[in-house]
């Protein structure tokens, strides 16, 4: 009997912690998400203002 709760307890323990680390890895990769998302955003606004630094410059020369 007390083989079986053993094992229970181990099957157990391995699906609770399996569960924290789909959480953890569902959680990590949603802030790297919103981390890329933002980095995008600048990018795009950094590649805009050097456009229009450019046709700037085409137009002053």
């Known amino acids: 009997m007390q083989r079986h ?11 609770n912690i399996e569960m924290h680390k789909q959480q953890i890895n ?10 890329l998302s933002r980095v995008d955003k600048r ?8 456009w229009i630094g450019q046709k700037l410059a085409a137009v002053n020369v």
């Not at 990018?43 to 050097?50: C, Y």
């Open 5 to 15: 709760y053993v094992m229970y307890y181990e099957m157990s323990y391995g699906l």
């Open 26 to 35: 569902r959680h990590l990769l949603h802030l790297l998400e919103k981390m």
């Open 43 to 50: 990018l795009h606004m950094v590649q805009r203002i050097d």
